[in-house]
């Protein structure tokens, strides 16, 4: 990437920098900075991952003939810089000081580091006169060609002794079809064999050649290939347990026998180079620990973990003394998780966070030769793809140490990353995953009418959130052109019709209280003040919106029926979620807590009489499963238990207010789209082996359901020469 240019915007984690008008934003508002520190940010940005020496600050913030106490003023200017970025010397994410020498930016650019270009001198302006090139320069030509001939055999030499790095090579290891992904895969670590799983079972692949065995396993026994022991003939496997169950950590033989358990509680992440150490996360939900222990599963111990954590890719350092880990913290009430590669020293017991980026996946791997490999989402409109990259990290201090270089190109998401032994082959996971919109007639218990129908959608992920009042169409937020945005399409119709665009992606869309208005969430973004989400309401047969209030942390607002006139605002918290009345019509008016539940996250629905909150904790994993029905007038609860389902994942009422729809999932782990009254009475609509089954919005007479359905396709992939 050449080095910005005076009019180029330059963006890191979320700050946004203009050069040419001297200006810093974060998520799109300014940041006051002086001049000094504005200049030192600046000649940091010019050379992401390199060391800018003080003396090269000096030069750029002092002129020659200015008495200045320097050391004092460019430690001044580094401090106020470090304040407005909300940055630490003690635990740096942006910018890392090296002692007595300077400072280094530690965040790529842009998603990339950027890496300047020499400046290429304009071509010379040939005369129209025939020879008049010739008559000024052929003195020059024969010399020309001397040093031609002599940069020829430098050019030799030099490709000889010290060859030009070539492009990493691609290369797909299987061939699995869209309803067969594959789960995980593991490369050997003498880059020989490939280790996989898909529905069917976990299976080793000769790289070479392509012959695949498959492993014999106990029955019911669902491998997931985590990492290979040195030897090469065991692997590190976490078993997959029923919904309600832990999982747990076993090793088996590639030649067979019978697996062992080394860990009964935990889901395995990564094995050190040695062999001698394991890596795993306790924690169905949030939060999540990372634990580290030896390779018989003795001497258990934390590492780390605090309310609000998601832990997801583990990498275990060459020298086996260091341990780098994707972490997403997610605050009180907070839409998505922040996004930060962190690495702990075993040493010293601390940690320091090397990348912040909300784009970073849950996937990485430390090659022997120490570079760290990442995956990141690529800009909007492709924000569905990741790629991966590769950053040289300083062998000691576990510091980024240069620039960062592009692994992989094209589109869908790249995971699930490992690395073979000689830090010449990669292996990773190319996923693509679509969510689809699916309508169907219902009779009034539950059983289907007509069979569901996809509606006519492009690529992308869809999800249906209510219905015209006439039930005639259904409103749905899609991504389809990078950003979710805000559709209306009709039941007969080829398209959609787009009701709220923009740079501020929709989160949700409900029906007012009296079907008048079209509800809907903004999420935070550059026009956003305080990074609170916005409740707009637009007048359902076309004309503005309006802002109906801000809020602090919430992703969900539903709304009763005319008669009621209420509508709720949802907010989860780490330990309690909260719920707010207030009344659409009225702007700005600031909610009324009605109820506060001992569930951090919940499913959750509001009946159409706007008395009772049906709610379901994420993640219930007891059979059978129960929904709480809460009263709003006195916060009493209620609950329904509903045999033969587990692990409710969606819950949406009825317009009757005596039922509704549930995605849950059977002991033998299928998910099914289910009618319930309440009573508990279930009747299955829909089940689903493979994929994801969504949440159903009834229309409001109860004739169609609207839901959502998830498929993926994943294959392995090598990248060689990287």
Not at 313 to 318: G, H, L, Q, T
Not at 394 to 422: F, M, Y
Request: hydrophobic share 35%.
């Amino acid at each position: 990437m050449q080095e910005a240019g005076p009019s180029t915007v330059i963006r890191f984690g979320t700050f946004e920098v203009d050069p040419h008008a001297g200006e810093v934003r974060r998520n799109g508002f300014r940041v006051k900075l002086q001049e000094q520190p504005l200049q030192v940010l600046l000649a940091l940005l010019k050379k992401p991952g390199e060391v800018v020496t003080r003396e090269e600050l000096h030069a750029k913030l002092w002129p020659a003939d200015t008495f200045v106490d320097f050391d004092h003023g460019l430690n001044a200017a580094v401090k106020r810089l470090r304040d407005a970025l909300g940055d630490s010397v003690e635990n740096p994410r942006f910018i890392e000081t090296l002692a007595k020498r300077g400072y280094r930016f530690l965040v790529p650019l842009n998603g990339h580091v950027a890496v300047p270009t020499p400046d290429i001198p304009n071509p010379p302006i040939l005369s129209s006169e025939p020879g008049q090139w010739a008559k000024r320069h052929g003195p020059l030509i024969g010399g020309g060609l001397a040093l031609f001939v002599i940069g020829s055999a430098i050019g030799y030499f030099l490709a000889a002794h010290f060859p030009t790095k070539t492009r990493p090579t691609e290369r797909r290891l299987t061939v699995n079809a869209p309803d067969m992904p594959v789960y995980n895969a593991r490369i050997s670590p003498d880059g020989q064999y490939l280790a996989y799983s898909d529905r069917t079972g976990l299976f080793v692949r000769v790289i070479a050649t392509g012959e695949t065995h498959a492993l014999a396993l106990p029955n019911d026994f669902m491998a997931q290939p985590i990492g290979w022991f040195p030897d090469n003939s065991r692997l590190l496997v976490t078993r997959w347990s029923p919904p309600g169950q832990p999982d747990s950590i076993w090793s088996l033989s590639v030649f067979g026998g019978n697996p062992k358990q080394l860990m009964e509680n935990g889901n395995a992440r990564a094995i050190s180079w040695d062999g001698a150490q394991i890596a795993f996360v306790r924690g169905d939900t949030l939060p999540q620990t990372l634990w580290v222990m030896s390779s018989d599963g003795s001497r258990a111990r934390e590492i780390l973990g605090q309310s609000g954590d998601y832990i997801g890719a583990v990498a275990w350092s060459p020298d086996n003394r260091k341990l780098a880990f994707v972490r997403y913290s997610f605050q009180p009430g907070s839409y998505e998780g922040r996004g930060s590669l962190g690495i702990f020293d075993f040493g010293t017991g601390t940690t320091k966070y090397v990348i912040y980026d909300p784009g970073l996946e849950e996937s990485i791997a430390w090659t022997k030769d120490n570079r760290l490999i990442y995956s990141l989402h690529e800009p909007q409109p492709n924000n569905r793809d990741s790629n991966l990259w590769a950053v040289p990290l300083d062998p000691r201090s576990g510091a980024v140490h240069g620039a960062a270089q592009r692994l992989t190109e094209g589109p869908d998401r790249k995971l699930l990353i490992s690395a073979s032994g000689n830090g010449k082959t990669l292996s990773y996971l190319r996923v693509s995953s679509r969510s689809h919109v699916y309508v169907a007639a219902v009779g009034r218990n539950g059983q289907g009418e007509t069979p569901p129908t996809r509606m006519n959608l492009d690529e992308g992920n869809n999800f249906p959130y209510t219905w015209t009042p006439s039930g005639d169409a259904v409103i749905f937020i899609s991504d389809r052109d990078g950003v979710r945005h805000l559709y209306k399409q009709g039941l007969q119709q080829p398209t959609p019709d787009l009701l709220v665009g923009g740079d501020s992606p929709v989160m949700v869309a409900r029906m007012s209280p009296d079907r008048s208005e079209l509800l809907y969430i903004l999420a935070p973004g550059n026009r956003t003040e305080g990074g609170l989400i916005r409740v707009m309401a637009m007048p359902v047969n076309g004309g503005s919106p309006r802002e109906v209030l801000r809020a602090e942390g919430s992703d969900d607002v539903q709304c009763s029926g005319a008669r009621a006139n209420v509508c709720i605002l949802y907010q989860p918290g780490s330990e309690e979620a909260m719920f707010s009345a207030f009344d659409p019509r009225t702007a700005a008016v600031r909610p009324r807590v009605v109820l506060k539940v001992p569930f951090g996250k919940a499913n959750h629905s509001l009946s159409p009489d706007g008395m009772t909150m049906a709610v379901a904790p994420y993640h219930q994993g007891k059979f059978p499963a129960e929904v709480y029905l809460y009263s709003l007038l006195d916060n009493s609860r209620s609950t329904i238990k509903i045999e033969g389902w587990g692990a409710i994942q969606f819950i949406d009422w009825n317009a009757d207010g005596k039922s509704f729809w549930i995605s849950a999932v059977t002991s033998k782990n299928v998910q099914g789209l289910v009618r319930v009254d309440l009573n508990g009475n279930a009747t299955p609509y829909y089940f689903e082996a493979q994929n994801q089954v969504g949440w159903a919005i009834p229309s409001f007479d109860d004739s169609h359901i609207a839901y959502w359905k998830g498929d993926s396709s994943s294959n392995a992939w090598l990248v060689r020469d990287f």
